[in-house]
C-alpha cells in the first residue's frame, strides 16, 4: 500500500520560512517523480512544483519561482518543499503527489496516481 505523509506545515508571519517534506512508503521511491500542489477551499488544485525520480530536472510555478525549492532525498524516501518568502497568498493545503512516470516533472494533477493527505500552510500580513 503506497503512502505519502506530509509534514512541516503551520502558521508563518509573512516573509518568513517553512520547510515541507513528504515520506513515501510501500514502494520504490525512485520509481517516481514528485510533486508538490496547494489548494484554498472553493479553489482547484493548483501546481506549485514537481522534481524527476533523480532530481535532475525540476519544474515551478511562476508565483513560486525564485523563492521556493524542491529537492529529494532518495535514501530517505523524503521529498521537500523548502519554502521562503512566504507571502499570505501562498496560503492553503499544500499536498505532495506521486507520478509513475519517474522521468517527468508534470504541472497537472492529472498526472499523478498517489496523493498525500496534505498539510495546511497559514502565512499571516
Known amino acids: 500500500q503506497v503512502q505519502l505523509v506530509e509534514s512541516g506545515g503551520g502558521l508563518v508571519q509573512a516573509g518568513g520560512s517553512l520547510r515541507l517534506s513528504c515520506a513515501a512508503s510501500?514502494?520504490?521511491?525512485?520509481?517516481?517523480?514528485m510533486g508538490w500542489f496547494r489548494q484554498d477551499p472553493g479553489k482547484e488544485r493548483e501546481f506549485v512544483a514537481a522534481?524527476?525520480?533523480?532530481?535532475?530536472?525540476?519544474n515551478y510555478a511562476v508565483s513560486v519561482k525564485g523563492r521556493f525549492t524542491i529537492s529529494r532525498d532518495n535514501a530517505k524516501n523524503t521529498v521537500y518543499l523548502q519554502m521562503n518568502s512566504l507571502k499570505p497568498e501562498d496560503t492553503a493545503v499544500y499536498y505532495c503527489?506521486?507520478?509513475?512516470?519517474?522521468?517527468?516533472?508534470?504541472?497537472?494533477?492529472?498526472?499523478?496516481?498517489?496523493w498525500g493527505q496534505g498539510t495546511q500552510v497559514t502565512v499571516s500580513s
Open positions: 503527489a506521486g507520478d509513475r512516470d519517474r522521468y517527468g516533472a508534470s504541472r497537472q494533477p492529472s498526472s499523478y496516481d498517489y
Open positions: 510501500g514502494l520504490t521511491f525512485t520509481t517516481l517523480a
Open positions: 522534481i524527476n525520480w533523480s532530481g535532475s530536472m525540476t
